[in-house]
């Protein structure tokens, strides 16, 4: 079965930064794009960023664009969220999501439990 | 504010048939892009329930069933169980935005 598992959440400083990870199993990791996905505590679903199968194209929501960095590493199967100069705007619960299909539109088919981000002072 | 939008909140008794609505614009619907729907009960992730409009995946049941037409697209849910109490969130790709993006999320809620 599929498995995405996200870590590295935690509460950190305005202005600090903070690495996630999402550990895949279970699928060929090379061969699917990844995404964030965040919300806020009581909010809707937001879209963050997404890495291709490949890693060589990337895409961010314009509110985190020059400060989040997503990446992946096919050898260790991980996918990663390099996140500086957070502010309160960014607590959330941070999923990690599988992107199914080719292109743009892509839907989400498998997702991981979320790792929580607080920024606090 | 979001670029796909929802009614807060449905309801109704068990065993009745509910709609949620996701209303789009030009730059996503309009443009040609599809829509995916996800169902997420208190506390859990996600779970995809109907993709590129229309289709389940395996193991969701077929009392769920999705369209869309033009701008607008909308998820059905018959035969109303307690299980569906939850959120459901419409996604889609906005051109304009070059980005995914959800639905402001609706509120079921089995009376």
């Known amino acids: 079965q599929v498995q995405l598992v996200e870590s590295g959440g935690g509460v950190v400083q305005p202005g600090r930064s903070l690495r996630l990870s999402c550990a895949a199993s279970e699928f060929t990791f090379s061969s699917y794009a990844l995404h964030w996905v965040r919300q806020a505590p009581g909010k809707g679903l937001e879209w963050v960023a997404v890495i291709s199968y490949d890693g060589n194209d990337k895409s961010y929501v314009d509110s985190v664009k020059g400060r989040f960095t997503i990446s992946r590493d096919s050898s260790k199967h991980t996918l990663y969220l390099q996140m500086n100069s957070l502010t309160g705007e960014d607590t959330a619960v941070y999923y990690c999501?599988?992107?199914?299909?080719?292109?743009?539109?892509?839907?989400?088919?498998?997702w991981g439990r979320g790792t929580l981000v607080t920024v606090s002072s | 504010q979001s670029v796909l939008t929802q009614p807060p909140s449905v309801s109704g008794a068990p065993g009745q048939r509910v709609t949620i609505s996701c209303t789009g614009s030009?730059?996503?619907?309009?443009?040609?892009?599809?829509v995916h729907w996800y169902q997420q009960p208190p506390g859990t992730a996600p779970r995809l329930l109907i993709y590129v409009n229309s289709n389940r995946p395996s193991g969701i049941p077929d009392r769920f069933s999705g369209s869309k037409s033009g701008t607008s697209a909308s998820l059905a849910i018959s035969g109303l169980q307690a299980e569906d109490e939850a959120d459901y969130y419409c996604?889609?790709?906005?051109?304009?935005?070059?980005?995914?993006?959800f639905g402001s999320g609706t509120k079921v809620t089995v009376l």
């Open positions: 999501a599988r992107g199914r299909t080719r292109g743009n539109n892509q839907d989400f088919d498998y």
């Open positions: 996604q889609s790709y906005d051109i304009s935005l070059s980005a995914s993006v």
């Open positions: 030009s730059s996503n619907f309009g443009a040609g892009y599809d």
